[in-house]
């Protein structure tokens, strides 16, 4: 059972960057390829960014390429998401997750492990 702790969110202007972490519980984090998602109110969960096991291989939503950076640290356990110049419509909890494997997993039911989410609000 992996836990997943998501840190960083806040309330940024339009154009400003934010940095979210989620801390993994498991050891064998290395072994498990990483996923950030996003859901605005009212609307569906939705993927944003996903990083292979050795963190060479990336792969972004087309709505946040180029403005957003997905890394991984496995000696710390720890994914990351750089998001910069950040638009109203980027407002959304985001949400790291987890699964076995090696392939860009896009689809919410592809991940076995959740955290809970960081609220990020950006104002215009």
């Known amino acids: 059972q992996v836990q997943l702790v998501e840190s960083g969110g806040g309330l940024v202007q339009t154009g400003g960057s934010l940095r979210l972490s989620c801390a993994a519980s498991d050891r064998t984090f290395s072994n498990y390829a990483m996923g950030w998602f996003r859901q605005a109110p009212g609307k569906e969960r939705e993927f944003v960014a996903v990083?292979?096991?050795?963190?060479?291989?990336?792969y972004y939503a087309d709505s946040v390429k180029g403005r957003f950076t997905i890394s991984r640290d496995n000696a710390k356990n720890t994914v990351y998401l750089q998001m910069n110049s950040l638009k109203p419509e980027d407002t959304a909890v985001y949400v790291c997750?987890?699964?076995?494997?090696?392939?860009?997993?896009?689809?919410?039911?592809?991940?076995?492990?959740w955290g809970q989410g960081t609220q990020v609000t950006v104002s215009s």
């Open positions: 990083v292979l096991r050795g963190g060479g291989s990336t």
């Open positions: 997750a987890a699964r076995l494997g090696s392939v860009y997993y896009t689809r919410v039911n592809n991940y076995a492990y």
